[in-house]
């Protein structure tokens, strides 16, 4: 699994999206490795997974606009199906709404005022 990081990344990010990219490069390698051996190799690119450790780090950010564990499970169903056997290097984006021009940043917002910065840095 790679993340959002290697489409969008932030500053203060550096090594955090390095080792992303570092994931996606080896999703292209091996699917090339691998391409005449009816074996597909994808990588999927969550922004913040919705967890209960999530959501204790960060209690002032916008859940909504989190991916669900479910919606991952989905994707990682659908690839591990027959359906996608002409998918393989793909690097497959699981995260509400569009892309944001690079540097920009969806609005925090706290769920009892005014937005405020969540406590570490996130990249959506």
Known sequence: MAA???VVAAA???GYAASKMAV???TESLAAELAGKDITVNAILPCIIDTPTNRKDMPDADFSAWVQPAAIADVIHFLAS???RGISGALIPVF???LRPSGQRSPRRSRTGPPRPCRRRCTW
């Open 24 to 26: 996606h490069k080896l």
């Open 12 to 14: 203060g990010m550096g």
């Open 4 to 6: 959002r990081t290697v």
């Open 82 to 84: 027959p359906a996608p």
């Open 96 to 98: 509400r709404g569009g």
